[in-house]
T-cell receptor, first 118, second 114 residues
């Protein structure tokens, strides 16, 4: 079965510091999708990025960037110049086929709590 | 705003009771997914419906059931509630039944069982 490991339980930084959240995954599928979500204190899951396994190009969106490395099965997330509003729990997720149904579900990591102090 | 609507946002109920959580998918989406986020189990997939039919099942308890109606909204029914059922329940929807898994979730229903 698929597995997602987010080894960092909690990270504390001071505003304007750069921070990287690690995500390591295990899968036997050749085609799969990786996701990052943000869960602020209000509880909703905010979609940040979806990347398919054939696209190893790094992606940048404003202060956010993602480094996908198939060779090490990692999909790390970096926030540059962190802000207090970045404080949240961040989840990495991996798609997994559900039996032979042709459908897929998401397998989530345990999340990394990021605390950004002023 | 993901376009997926969940009601109610909060629910407090007693052990042994039954509750119904509702999810309205994005316009045009045929597939609905339910996930549970609890302190001990984390975020896990419960069940998926596509165009009214159950298509995939995850770690869903027998006390829980779901359905999808002709207007495509879905309901998750939780019965004989236990303290451990306290969790955030999320719904996601997708236009496709297969292929790319969906990315957008509703705001969740926080269930507290006392």
């Amino acid at each position: 079965a698929q597995k997602v490991t987010q080894a960092q339980t909690e990270i504390s930084v001071v505003e304007k510091e750069d921070v990287t959240l690690d995500c390591v995954y295990e899968t036997r599928d050749t085609t799969y999708y990786l996701f990052w979500y943000k869960q602020p204190p209000s509880g909703e899951l905010v979609f940040l990025i979806r990347r398919n396994s054939f696209d190893e190009q790094n992606e940048i969106s404003g202060r956010y960037s993602w480094n996908f490395q198939k060779s090490t099965s990692s999909f790390n997330f970096t926030i540059t110049a962190s802000q207090v509003v970045d404080s949240a729990v961040y989840f990495c997720a991996l798609s997994e086929a559900v039996g032979n149904t042709g459908f897929q579900k998401l397998v989530f990591g345990t999340g990394t709590r990021l605390l950004v102090s002023p | 705003d993901s376009g997926v609507t969940q009601t109610p946002k909060h629910l407090i109920t007693a052990t042994g009771q039954r509750v119904t959580l509702r999810c309205s998918p994005r316009s045009g989406d045929l597939s609905v997914y339910w996930y549970q986020q609890s302190l001990d189990q984390g975020l896990q997939f419960l069940i998926q419906y596509y165009n009214g039919e159950e298509r995939a099942k995850g770690n869903i308890l027998e006390r829980f059931s779901a359905q999808q109606f002709p207007d495509l909204h879905s309901e998750l029914n939780l019965s004989s509630l236990e303290l451990g059922d306290s969790a955030l329940y999320f719904c996601a929807s997708s236009a496709r039944g297969t292929g790319i898994p969906e990315a957008f979730f509703g705001q969740g229903t926080r269930l507290t069982v006392v």
